[in-house]
């Protein structure tokens, strides 16, 4: 088949030949050549600003990159591993910039590209960029998952790569590696009028044989043939870090306001007036700036900051450090939380402390502060943990910031109520004590060891992984991931918990493509949409829609998943968790919402060297709706937050895992009202079913009994679990010693059948009869299918009339019952 497909070409290609000796050939153009044997080594440097760059990276690489997906503008082109040739990383990749060195192989197995538009098909290069990469996934080499789904690089690497809106992704600069087998081939010499490479309005020049550094900067591009070239990655201008650090306060600020102005991804959905904004604020930069006050500055950008509802704007805090020590050091000897109905009570009593000591106790109802009603109190607090943008959060951190005060505060007085308690007033000193102030904060009781991913099993035998970050070492966060997956399949593991309760995030990809373990198809989660400064709006490509990429299908885990959440499940975090929503793939449970943070952000310098950060990507789910800024994923199952749940969490108990447990317990589809009854066969369907060996409902059943049960009138239970909407036999039986008896015996039973509460007629079920155990036996039975998800209740009532004697035992009159409750998989 090989030698045909050749053959093939070769007349294609002399087709070809004939037909353009018609008209004349355009000459390549004569462009500057450094002469010598070709490249064998490339060396240079990678030189980065981006605060991210290193994040999680534990294999970054440096490879001869394929350029066949740009040349055929394929998004999806995923890099061939034959193709890839692994460069040295010569110096520390974590401190900017990093050097590295490649050896060029003899003859490369890349992709092979006619690029020269003349008609004629003919052999062509193949063309590489060098490119820095991350692997994360299996091998040394990259495959498609570390591809980010396949394409070719935009950023890092010897190309310069647009992201202007009307050219989006085009190489407009830099440098490729270009390979030609034999001295007959041609390549572009310029963009063309159209400015795009590999289109037809290139002029074309030609190449020597072997390998070619081809400047894209130079006008022709220029040919590069000495032996060890230099070839630097370029961090692309959208990357580099912003830098006002040089500016004056109020310069900066101006700066900074126009920023947010032009990038923040939330104007519209918060409905910002970034001019407003600018006014009200100026003036403590102006005011910082004519006094060189550089704590009135950071006092001003806090402010400003501040003033911006979303959790992931923020500032580098360091110069405010005293004055944060300062305002929380006093506390009371308690924390607050408020309750499900309303009630603020005390969750925290410090043993010996100022509460303790006025007679305080746990559960405490705290009516007031300073004669001012709690609630007033918390709305007004400013938590030093600011901005937010769930509300929910923001509450949360203001009960815990609420109980906080200056040592030279000295008393508060405190109006509160005991449990079961008449109002106290109580005048409790501010004392030096963290302890309540450590008890309120989302990550209490974290270990500081904690891994990424670890994993167990837990006492009910159901899986449990705790992700604790997903900026972590992403080789690392794999191989347990993966190797967390393999035990739970090998050991036939009934369910899996995540914990994704404490997670501040990272990276959003690591996020999508380890939820995809739990999925077996390819499923889009989302996109994002940006800045584009030549347009001067928000921008989303198509090709930038976001994929979950299932692993194979031994590392996919099928069975019920429950993911736990909670108000520190942030960013990254709850991209993870609403992947899980997807097709009702798992059950979220918790007592609050995630953190709401549902973009993605970019950090630059201003004065003093303070970093700030805003948010510069607006996520969105596979429909275009902003779907997680400001809200956060909800629990399905919304554990209470009550006196007596506080109180277990307090004792230490773990009352959102143990509602995971007990979800998982029950079976699927509890509690779910279907759409609608199962389908009931016809007499042939429920003949065709007996025949082929469909179960009966008591063999699907997790119960099961003797014959004494149904000796006398009562009531059998069966709990059926359908993990799909498969067929099922639902008959009554009855034997008897002979045919006269078996006879008799059905004059005397009256039957009723019920299907999810309504009267099923007896003709809907089919007689069958046959010997079993030396006895005659009948079955009245149908067929059901067509399983809508949900919680089925079927019974089938057997009223005997009068005394029956099957011919071996007697029976009484009354009602011999059999209830079936159904649960199919949602």
């Given at each position: 088949?090989?030698?045909?497909?050749?053959?093939?070409?070769?007349?294609?290609?002399?087709?070809?030949?004939?037909?353009?000796?018609?008209?004349?050939?355009?000459?390549?153009?004569?462009?500057?050549?450094?002469?010598?044997?070709?490249?064998?080594?490339?060396?240079?440097?990678?030189?980065?600003?981006?605060?991210?760059?290193?994040?999680?990276?534990?294999?970054?690489?440096?490879?001869?990159?394929?350029?066949?997906?740009?040349?055929?503008?394929?998004?999806?082109?995923?890099?061939?591993?034959?193709?890839?040739?692994?460069?040295?990383?010569?110096?520390?990749?974590?401190?900017?910039?990093?050097?590295?060195?490649?050896?060029?192989?003899?003859?490369?197995?890349?992709?092979?590209?006619?690029?020269?538009?003349?008609?004629?098909?003919?052999?062509?290069?193949?063309?590489?960029?060098?490119?820095?990469?991350?692997?994360?996934?299996?091998?040394?080499?990259?495959?498609?998952?570390?591809?980010?789904?396949?394409?070719?690089?935009?950023?890092?690497?010897?190309?310069?790569?647009?992201?202007?809106?009307?050219?989006?992704?085009?190489?407009?600069?830099?440098?490729?590696?270009?390979?030609?087998?034999?001295?007959?081939?041609?390549?572009?010499?310029?963009?063309?009028?159209?400015?795009?490479?590999?289109?037809?309005?290139?002029?074309?020049?030609?190449?020597?044989?072997?390998?070619?550094?081809?400047?894209?900067?130079?006008?022709?591009?220029?040919?590069?043939?000495?032996?060890?070239?230099?070839?630097?990655?370029?961090?692309?201008?959208?990357?580099?870090?912003?830098?006002?650090?040089?500016?004056?306060?109020?310069?900066?600020?101006?700066?900074?306001?126009?920023?947010?102005?032009?990038?923040?991804?939330?104007?519209?959905?918060?409905?910002?007036?970034?001019?407003?904004?600018?006014?009200?604020?100026?003036?403590?930069?102006?005011?910082?700036?004519?006094?060189?006050?550089?704590?009135?500055?950071?006092?001003?950008?806090?402010?400003?900051?501040?003033?911006?509802?979303?959790?992931?704007?923020?500032?580098?805090?360091?110069?405010?450090?005293?004055?944060?020590?300062?305002?929380?050091?006093?506390?009371?000897?308690?924390?607050?939380?408020?309750?499900?109905?309303?009630?603020?009570?005390?969750?925290?009593?410090?043993?010996?402390?100022?509460?303790?000591?006025?007679?305080?106790?746990?559960?405490?109802?705290?009516?007031?502060?300073?004669?001012?009603?709690?609630?007033?109190?918390?709305?007004?607090?400013?938590?030093?943990?600011?901005?937010?943008?769930?509300?929910?959060?923001?509450?949360?951190?203001?009960?815990?910031?609420?109980?906080?005060?200056?040592?030279?505060?000295?008393?508060?007085?405190?109006?509160?109520?005991?449990?079961?308690?008449?109002?106290?007033?109580?005048?409790?000193?501010?004392?030096?004590?963290?302890?309540?102030?450590?008890?309120?904060?989302?990550?209490?009781?974290?270990?500081?060891?904690?891994?990424?991913?670890?994993?167990?099993?837990?006492?009910?035998?159901?899986?449990?992984?705790?992700?604790?970050?997903?900026?972590?070492?992403?080789?690392?966060?794999?191989?347990?991931?993966?190797?967390?997956?393999?035990?739970?399949?090998?050991?036939?593991?009934?369910?899996?918990?995540?914990?994704?309760?404490?997670?501040?995030?990272?990276?959003?990809?690591?996020?999508?493509?380890?939820?995809?373990?739990?999925?077996?198809?390819?499923?889009?989660?989302?996109?994002?949409?940006?800045?584009?400064?030549?347009?001067?709006?928000?921008?989303?490509?198509?090709?930038?829609?976001?994929?979950?990429?299932?692993?194979?299908?031994?590392?996919?885990?099928?069975?019920?998943?429950?993911?736990?959440?909670?108000?520190?499940?942030?960013?990254?975090?709850?991209?993870?968790?609403?992947?899980?929503?997807?097709?009702?793939?798992?059950?979220?449970?918790g007592q609050y919402p995630t953190d709401g943070a549902g973009g993605s952000v970019e950090q630059f310098l201003m004065p003093e060297g303070l970093t700030v950060q805003l948010t510069i990507g607006r996520a969105v789910?596979?429909?275009?709706?902003?779907?997680?800024?400001?809200?956060?994923?909800?629990?399905?199952?919304?554990?209470?937050?009550?006196?007596?749940?506080?109180?277990?969490?307090?004792?230490?108990?773990?009352?959102?895992?143990?509602?995971?447990?007990?979800?998982?317990?029950?079976?699927?589809?509890?509690?779910?009202?279907?759409?609608?009854?199962?389908?009931?066969?016809?007499?042939?369907?429920?003949?065709?079913?007996?025949?082929?060996?469909?179960?009966?409902?008591?063999?699907?059943?997790?119960?099961?009994?003797?014959?004494?049960?149904?000796?006398?009138?009562?009531?059998?239970?069966?709990?059926?679990?359908?993990?799909?909407?498969?067929?099922?036999?639902?008959?009554?039986?009855?034997?008897?010693?002979?045919?006269?008896?078996?006879?008799?015996?059905?004059?005397?039973?009256?039957?009723?059948?019920?299907?999810?509460?309504?009267?099923?007629?007896?003709?809907?079920?089919?007689?069958?009869?046959?010997?079993?155990?030396?006895?005659?036996?009948?079955?009245?039975?149908?067929?059901?299918?067509?399983?809508?998800?949900?919680?089925?209740?079927?019974?089938?009532?057997?009223?005997?009339?009068?005394?029956?004697?099957?011919?071996?035992?007697?029976?009484?009159?009354?009602?011999?019952?059999?209830?079936?409750?159904?649960?199919?998989?949602?």
């Open positions: 088949m090989r030698k045909k497909f050749f053959q093939l070409i070769s007349l294609i290609v002399l087709v070809s030949l004939l037909i353009s000796a018609c008209k004349p050939k355009e000459q390549p153009e004569v462009v500057d050549v450094v002469e010598e044997n070709g490249p064998t080594t490339i060396t240079g440097k990678l030189n980065y600003t981006n605060a991210f760059f290193t994040d999680g990276v534990a294999q970054p690489v440096i490879i001869l990159e394929d350029q066949g997906g740009f040349v055929k503008r394929d998004r999806k082109f995923v890099i061939p591993v034959e193709s890839q040739v692994i460069g040295e990383i010569t110096s520390d990749f974590y401190q900017s910039p990093f050097t590295y060195s490649l050896s060029l192989p003899a003859e490369p197995n890349g992709t092979l590209n006619d690029v020269d538009h003349d008609g004629v098909e003919e052999q062509g290069v193949m063309i590489f960029a060098v490119a820095y990469w991350t692997n994360t996934w299996g091998d040394p080499y990259l495959e498609r998952r570390d591809q980010f789904g396949g394409g070719w690089s935009s950023a890092y690497a010897s190309t310069k790569v647009t992201d202007d809106r009307d050219a989006y992704l085009e190489v407009y600069g830099g440098k490729y590696l270009v390979f030609a087998q034999d001295d007959e081939q041609q390549f572009p010499s310029d963009f063309g009028a159209d400015k795009k490479l590999f289109t037809d309005d290139d002029s074309i020049m030609d190449l020597p044989a072997g390998w070619s550094v081809i400047d894209l900067d130079s006008t022709p591009f220029a040919i590069d043939r000495s032996e060890d070239p230099v070839i630097d990655l370029l961090e692309p201008e959208s990357a580099a870090l912003d830098d006002y650090s040089a500016l004056s306060y109020s310069e900066a600020y101006e700066q900074m306001v126009e920023k947010f102005k032009n990038e923040y991804a939330f104007t519209e959905l918060k409905d910002i007036d970034w001019d407003a904004k600018a006014e009200e604020f100026r003036p403590l930069f102006v005011e910082a700036e004519q006094k060189n006050d550089p704590h009135a500055y950071a006092l001003a950008l806090r402010d400003f900051i501040w003033s911006i509802p979303d959790t992931h704007v923020g500032f580098d805090q360091s110069l405010l450090n005293d004055d944060f020590q300062n305002e929380i050091a006093g506390g009371l000897g308690f924390a607050m939380r408020e309750t499900d109905d309303g009630k603020t009570i005390a969750n925290f009593i410090l043993d010996g402390g100022p509460a303790a000591n006025a007679g305080m106790e746990w559960g405490a109802e705290i009516i007031s502060l300073d004669g001012v009603p709690t609630s007033d109190v918390v709305e007004a607090t400013v938590p030093w943990s600011s901005p937010f943008s769930n509300p929910i959060n923001k509450r949360l951190q203001q009960l815990r910031y609420a109980t906080r005060f200056t040592l030279d505060k000295g008393q508060v007085e405190v109006e509160f109520m005991n449990p079961g308690g008449s109002m106290q007033t109580a005048s409790l000193d501010v004392v030096n004590e963290y302890d309540s102030f450590s008890f309120a904060s989302f990550y209490a009781g974290q270990p500081e060891t904690s891994l990424p991913v670890e994993f167990t099993v837990l006492p009910s035998g159901y899986g449990y992984i705790k992700v604790s970050s997903f900026l972590d070492n992403d080789v690392l966060s794999i191989q347990v991931w993966e190797r967390a997956i393999d035990y739970f399949n090998n050991n036939s593991v009934p369910g899996v918990i995540i914990d994704m309760r404490v997670n501040g995030g990272g990276s959003g990809w690591l996020a999508d493509q380890m939820s995809a373990y739990f999925f077996d198809e390819e499923t889009i989660v989302g996109n994002t949409a940006r800045y584009n400064e030549g347009s001067g709006e928000f921008y989303m490509d198509p090709g930038d829609e976001t994929l979950m990429i299932p692993p194979s299908p031994a590392r996919q885990f099928s069975g019920p998943v429950a993911v736990l959440v909670g108000p520190a499940c942030a960013s990254a975090c709850e991209f993870f968790s609403y992947n899980m929503t997807i097709n009702d793939r798992a059950t979220i449970i789910d596979a429909e275009g709706n902003i779907h997680l800024e400001g809200k956060g994923v909800q629990p399905d199952v919304q554990v209470p937050v009550t006196d007596e749940t506080l109180k277990k969490q307090a004792d230490g108990e773990d009352v959102v895992l143990d509602a995971a447990v007990q979800f998982l317990s029950q079976p699927q589809g509890v509690g779910v009202i279907p759409s609608g009854p199962p389908k009931i066969g016809s007499a042939s369907d429920a003949e065709s079913a007996l025949n082929s060996g469909v179960s009966f409902l008591e063999d699907l059943a997790s119960e099961s009994y003797d014959a004494e049960v149904f000796s006398q009138p009562d009531t059998a239970t069966y709990t059926v679990q359908l993990a799909e909407p498969e067929p099922v036999i639902w008959a009554y039986v009855w034997c008897a010693v002979d045919d006269k008896t078996l006879a008799a015996n059905f004059e005397d039973i009256e039957f009723k059948f019920e299907l999810d509460g309504n009267d099923v007629p007896d003709e809907s079920f089919t007689i069958y009869e046959t010997m079993s155990g030396g006895q005659l036996c009948r079955l009245v039975y149908t067929v059901l299918s067509d399983w809508p998800a949900g919680e089925h209740h079927l019974s089938t009532i057997a009223t005997f009339t009068s005394k029956i004697n099957d011919g071996s035992a007697d029976y009484e009159p009354g009602d011999y019952i059999l209830d079936y409750t159904v649960y199919v998989n949602p």
